[in-house]
């Protein structure tokens, strides 16, 4: 599987205010080199803090892409795919409605009842084994699971706690950064990559591409096999 994470940042690389409110960081012109490399995917990742403060739906913005997918045989939206450990995602969140399959990857937290109630919303509920010491969903165990449904390409939105543990896990392969013209700030505003951080081996990238969009700039990147 090759998978490319895309993020939007203000320059002090903040992904959003302490208060976790959603904020428009890029503008047209990213709007549409994002649609287009969600085009390019077979499925969308986010955690399911995206799914709760935000409401997003994840789907293609231009039609002509979505028919030019169909052409191709594939669906006309990617996938959408959300890490929940714990089956968190409302019932009734935009995310499960029946514009594209919806894959939740759960623990073992999420109890059958709950499952159950999420299917019957729309979602297609994954179940990872074995998950982690800390009960939440390996990340390798379950891009595997989306490999086995067709999953080849998978593009990752976030937050910055799944982007800190796709690197923590090795998986990454591409990171696209839209950097904003904005300061934000703030200790507890969430970043690129949150999580517990690295200390020792550290993930490191190799700049491909610097191209301006709107009044920012966004850095392309491939990820090194070594670590240092």
Same mark, same amino acid.
Do not use: W
């Given at each position: 599987?090759?998978?490319?994470?895309?993020?939007?940042?203000?320059?002090?690389?903040?992904?959003?205010?302490?208060?976790?409110?959603?904020?428009?960081?890029?503008?047209?012109?990213?709007?549409?080199?994002?649609?287009?490399?969600?085009?390019?995917?077979?499925?969308?990742?986010?955690?399911?803090?995206?799914?709760?403060?935000?409401?997003?739906?994840?789907?293609?913005?231009?039609?002509?892409?979505?028919?030019?997918?169909?052409?191709?045989?594939?669906?006309?939206?990617?996938?959408?795919?959300?890490?929940?450990?714990?089956?968190?995602?409302?019932?009734?969140?935009?995310?499960?409605?029946?514009?594209?399959?919806?894959?939740?990857?759960?623990?073992?937290?999420?109890?059958?009842?709950?499952?159950?109630?999420?299917?019957?919303?729309?979602?297609?509920?994954?179940?990872?084994?074995?998950?982690?010491?800390?009960?939440?969903?390996?990340?390798?165990?379950?891009?595997?699971?989306?490999?086995?449904?067709? +999953? *080849?390409? =998978?593009? &990752?939105?976030? @937050?910055?706690? !799944? /982007?800190?543990?796709?690197? $923590?896990?090795? #998986? +990454? *392969?591409? =990171?696209? &950064?839209?950097? @904003?013209?904005? !300061? /934000?700030?703030?200790?507890? $505003?969430?970043? #690129?990559? *949150?999580?517990?951080?690295?200390?020792?081996?550290?993930?490191?990238?190799?700049?491909?591409? $610097?191209?301006?969009?709107? *009044?920012?700039?966004?850095?392309?990147?491939?990820?090194?096999?070594?670590?240092?």
């Amino acid at each position: 599987m090759h998978v490319v994470v895309n993020a939007a940042q203000s320059v002090d690389g903040k992904l959003a205010t302490r208060r976790r409110e959603q904020l428009r960081i890029s503008g047209p012109e990213d709007f549409d080199r994002v649609d287009r490399v969600r085009a390019a995917a077979d499925a969308v990742l986010v955690g399911v803090g995206t799914v709760l403060a935000d409401d997003p739906h994840l789907t293609l913005d231009e039609e002509d892409r979505r028919v030019q997918r169909l052409r191709n045989g594939r669906p006309g939206h990617p996938a959408r795919v959300v890490v929940d450990s714990r089956g968190r995602t409302p019932t009734d969140a935009r995310i499960l409605d029946d514009a594209a399959t919806t894959y939740l990857l759960v623990s073992a937290a999420t109890t059958e009842e709950r499952r159950a109630a999420l299917e019957a919303a729309g979602a297609e509920v994954v179940a990872v084994e074995p998950e982690t010491d800390d009960g939440h969903v390996d990340l390798a165990a379950g891009f595997a699971a989306l490999a086995d449904r067709g +999953v *080849d390409r =998978l593009m &990752v939105e976030g @937050g910055g706690e !799944v /982007i800190y543990s796709c690197f $923590a896990a090795d #998986l +990454v *392969d591409e =990171l696209h &950064v839209y950097v @904003g013209s904005m !300061v /934000i700030g703030g200790r507890g $505003a969430p970043t #690129l990559a *949150d999580g517990e951080g690295f200390t020792e081996a550290f993930p490191r990238l190799d700049l491909t591409d $610097a191209e301006r969009f709107d *009044d920012g700039v966004v850095l392309s990147y491939e990820v090194r096999d070594d670590a240092s």
